[in-house]
């Protein structure tokens, strides 16, 4: 067993697991990923507690929100646990801003929906104020898909960085 290549030093633990980089969540885009997953989170709570299944608009809200959360926490995810350096191989920074892109579309699409449905005369009080606040933070959800548009084609473009600092850390 000694003779074999790998047996005499074993990976540490630390090798196998990757970092958490917590300074991801101080970044714009960490900060607007964190803001997106509670928004779209009360979107779909929101819409969940009322009888969206007795209105086709609503389906469509709550696809898009479901979906979006989904994606983004799995986008959040994969930046915290830093794969994108292992990974070099794809251009994250063009996939998140193609991403954050069709999500502020596809959550326009949704805010619109939601907000043309919701009618003051409902016979229940109730849903009225919950799928009014949905469009509210739809709203914000869009606001907010379409700052992470700018600063991931920020990222992607390389804009904010001159090429003395693009020297310096490609080098280091």
Request: proline share 5%; hydrophobic share 60%.
């Amino acid at each position: 067993m000694a003779g074999l290549p790998g047996a005499a030093r074993s990976p540490g633990p630390s090798a196998a697991l990757p970092a958490l980089d917590g300074a991801f969540l101080l970044s714009p885009l960490g900060g607007l990923m964190g803001a997106q997953i509670v928004l779209g989170l009360l979107v779909w709570a929101l819409i969940a507690d009322t009888t969206y299944y007795l209105h086709a608009a609503y389906a469509w809200v709550m696809f898009v929100s479901i979906f979006l959360w989904i994606v983004t926490v799995l986008f959040l995810v994969t930046y915290l646990l830093q794969l994108p350096l292992k990974f070099y191989v794809i251009p994250w920074p063009l996939v998140l801003m193609i991403f954050n892109a069709v999500a502020t579309v596809l959550y326009i699409s949704a805010f619109v929906t939601c907000a043309a449905a919701v009618q003051p005369t409902s016979w229940r009080q109730w849903d009225y104020n919950r799928r009014a606040a949905a469009s509210f933070f739809a709203c914000v959800a869009v606001i907010a898909y379409g700052a992470s548009t700018f600063f991931s084609f920020c990222a992607w473009k390389g804009l904010g960085s001159n090429a003395a600092t693009s020297q310096v850390t490609d080098r280091a």
